[in-house]
């Protein structure tokens, strides 16, 4: 019967494994294996003189990340990972492997960044790389099951659409048959337009795109958002819920994903309740104590502000009460002081993770904010109408799935966090 390789252990009497050949090693009379599937390696030993002339011919023509079949003797053994190696009675290459191979799987020999990302089939076959994968897909998981679980219904709206959400530049165009269009930057209209169809809670986890020239290491050109907009709520609904799906993931990852946690060399912490929600004013202040260039009042927060308030807070925190000029035209003015609004982000000592905001849900408001951003509320007619058949107060955000993850693994690059990125410069694989 064919085992996964972990589930060979030193009691194992007999066992038939297949997987890519990680490590080739001859030292005279004995052949050594490393087998790896993705539940671990193991040691194949051959004895040379003791093993049937077929299996040698064999082990002599297998190259290195080559697939292969063993059936054979199990035993235990100090130093072979998990203390046990098995003898081959068979060996059989089910795909050979071309050498030499454009990635050294086993990571004798390190490589850049861009050369990962070519042979990005053979980059994950690392350990390390893949516990990244497997511990974004708990971190999905979880985020989706969480949210469902709070009553949220999963919806998928379009990625191509007609208008920009916001009206910027940071859209890729399209040919859509005798017409131009765009690929979506946000679900943002459309979960607004499911409050309006009364669904009350929707939550979506796709993609965004986003044609931001700059190439940093927290920006993509197409990222993946979680997207999340609750009727009947304020901006202190929804940062609350987001507050409890962060717990909530962490939680989850710390207490399913130990392996890949331990293969990362990951101790995580899981950040606690409830996280400090610092008005606007006062995080320029703070960030204005040590940054060199001052953040004046109306400034979105530099990367380096960013920096020095996550420095000084240690740990997630929120951003709110944000000056209404610099917010999109959806976000919320207070009634009292319309200068500021219901907006919010939420920030890891690192960088931003989500932004979100109650919703401006009278119309007449709402094309009002439209105009005050130069916009014409001409070209969101569809959007406009469903805020004048019954629109329901509502609030939401966007939480950003790779910096998440990122985050969460202390890793140095966003294209850590993805399988297949795009930025400014790759369009494959
Ligand atoms: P930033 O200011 O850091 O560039 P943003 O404010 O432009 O981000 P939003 O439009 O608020 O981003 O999007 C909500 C979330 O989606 C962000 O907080 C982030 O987690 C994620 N996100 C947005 N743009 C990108 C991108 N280009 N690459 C990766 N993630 C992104
Ligand atoms: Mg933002």
């Known amino acids: 019967m064919r085992l996964p390789i972990r589930a060979v252990t ?52 297998v190259s290195r990340e080559s697939v292969v079949r063993v059936q054979g003797t199990v035993k235990a053994i100090e130093k072979a990972p998990g203390g046990r190696e098995i003898v081959p009675e068979e060996l059989e290459i089910i795909s050979i492997a071309e050498s030499p191979l454009p990635l050294d799987v086993a990571e004798k020999v390190p490589a850049e960044m861009d050369t990962r990302l070519d042979s990005r089939f053979l980059d994950a076959r690392k350990p390390r790389v893949r516990a990244i994968f497997f511990i974004r897909s708990a971190v999905t998981c979880a985020a989706t099951a969480f949210l469902a679980s709070r009553g949220c219904v999963n919806i998928a709206t379009p990625k191509i659409v007609a208008a920009a959400t916001e009206g910027g530049t940071e859209l890729f165009p399209i040919a859509y048959f005798e017409k131009e269009a765009f690929m979506n930057q946000s ?125 000084a807070i240690g740990g997630h925190y929120f951003v709110v009460d944000w000056p209404t000029d610099i917010r999109p035209y959806y976000a919320m003015p207070y ?13 890891h000592p690192r960088m931003e993770l989500s932004s979100g905001a109650q919703r401006v849900h009278d119309h007449d408001l709402l094309v009002e904010r439209i105009r005050a951003k130069g916009l014409s509320p001409e070209s969101f007619e569809f959007y406009l109408k469903t805020f004048r058949y019954g629109m329901p107060p509502h609030a939401g955000w966007g939480l950003g799935i790779e910096r998440l993850v990122m985050t969460m693994l202390d890793l140095g690059n966003i294209r850590e966090a993805v399988l297949f990125p795009r930025d400014r410069h790759r369009l494959t694989p």
């Open 10 to 61: 030193p009691e194992t009497e007999s066992a038939e494994i297949v997987g890519w050949v990680h490590e080739v090693r001859d030292l005279g009379g004995l052949s050594f294996f490393l087998i790896r599937d993705r539940t671990g390696i193991i040691q194949v030993t051959i004895p040379k003189k003791k093993v049937p002339a077929e299996i040698l011919d064999v082990a002599r023509s």
């Open 187 to 311: 679900p943002q209209l459309y979960k607004q337009m499911m409050m309006a169809a009364g669904f009350e809670g929707v939550f979506e986890l796709g993609p965004i795109f986003r044609a931001e020239e700059h190439n940093t290491v927290r920006h993509l050109n197409e990222a993946t958002s979680l997207d999340v907009e609750v009727s009947f709520a304020d901006h202190n609904d929804v940062m609350e819920l987001l507050e409890d799906l962060i717990v909530y993931v962490y939680d989850y990852v710390a207490m399913n994903c130990a392996e890949h946690l331990a293969e990362l060399g990951v101790d995580l912490t899981v950040p606690a309740k409830p996280f400090p929600r610092i008005p606007y004013a006062e995080a320029i202040e703070i960030a204005n104590r040590t940054v060199e260039e001052k953040i004046a009042f109306g400034d979105d927060l530099s990367p380096a502000a960013e920096r020095a308030i996550g420095d």
């Open 335 to 347: 009634p009292d002081r319309p200068e500021f609004c219901k907006a919010f982000d939420l920030m």
